[in-house]
């Protein structure tokens, strides 16, 4: 069981405590996903708080801060070895959203899991993944925003796959705090993902592979 301390000390921007958790954890053979499901539990609890005017942009920014460093303590832990050539994979946060802490955890998970990820950023504009894709023939787009405005810039940016005759042999998977089933369909995504271990998974089915 995992200290519930953990999710309230990252809640309450307790950097020193929520560290020394996550390192109690890890020391005490606990998951690591699992860890890093609870510290994003925390940051949930952050975006309540400022949802409910009780915090404000420093504190998004400090919670932005303590959550990088619990995943580099985190990271490894993941293993693996980068570029066992399992495929590659153009990854960025679409347009007019700057939200990166989630894509980064995925984009590190999917190289340690062995893809060659061609991580483009955040606030990427549609014909930006259209040239990457185009450069590197990846046959896998990850899509991450955690904005409502995000929904507009994974339907843009998908719909620029469509006019650039890419969209037969690229497959688009989605995912970010307000993604979901009903945005993949909006957007005209092949498939959503909840979590890094998700996007695996997809990675797996649509490249083939262990
Ligand atoms: C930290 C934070 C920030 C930081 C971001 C720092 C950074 N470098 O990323 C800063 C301070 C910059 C920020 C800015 C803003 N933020 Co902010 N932010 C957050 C907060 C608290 C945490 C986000 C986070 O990092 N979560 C932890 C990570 C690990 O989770 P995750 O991103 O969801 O990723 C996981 C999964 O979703 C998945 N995943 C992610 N991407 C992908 C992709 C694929 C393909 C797959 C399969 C899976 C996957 O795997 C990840 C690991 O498990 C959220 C609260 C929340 N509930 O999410 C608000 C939140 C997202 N922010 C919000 C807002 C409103 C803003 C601002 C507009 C505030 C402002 N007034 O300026 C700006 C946005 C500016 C912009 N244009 O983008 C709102 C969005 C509301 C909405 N519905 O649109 C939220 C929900 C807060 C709230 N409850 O109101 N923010």
Redesign the pocket.
């Given at each position: 069981m995992i200290d519930s301390q953990l999710m309230q000390k990252l809640a309450d921007l307790k950097e020193e405590e929520t560290l020394n958790l996550v390192r109690k954890e890890l020391a005490k053979g606990t998951a690591p996903m699992a860890i890093?499901?609870t510290c994003?539990e925390g940051?949930?609890l952050?975006?309540?708080r400022?949802?409910a005017g009780e915090y404000f942009?420093p504190e998004?920014?400090m919670?932005?801060e303590i959550?990088k460093q619990a995943s580099e303590i985190l990271q490894p832990a993941f293993g693996g070895s980068e570029a066992e050539g399992k495929g590659k994979v153009v990854f960025g946060t679409v347009r007019?959203?700057?939200?990166?802490?989630?894509?980064n955890?995925?984009v590190s998970i999917l190289r340690a899991a062995g893809y060659d990820v061609h991580d483009l950023g955040v606030d990427v504009p549609p014909e930006q993944f259209v040239t990457r894709l185009r450069e590197t023939g990846a046959a896998v787009l990850?899509?991450?925003g955690?904005?409502?405005?995000a929904y507009d810039g994974m339907k843009d940016t998908i719909e620029a796959l469509v006019k650039a005759g890419l969209r037969d042999r690229v497959k688009v998977?989605?995912?970010?705090?307000?993604m979901d089933e009903s945005v993949q369909v909006y957007a005209g995504a092949d498939a959503f993902?909840?979590?890094?271990t998700?996007?695996v998974r997809?990675c797996q089915q649509f490249l083939g592979g262990n």
């Open positions: 890093l499901e994003r940051m949930i952050v975006g309540s400022y949802e942009l998004l920014i919670a932005g959550f007019g959203d700057v939200h990166d802490i989630g894509k955890l995925v990850g899509l991450s955690l904005i409502t405005t998977m989605i995912g970010g705090g307000v993902g909840r979590d890094p998700e996007a997809l």
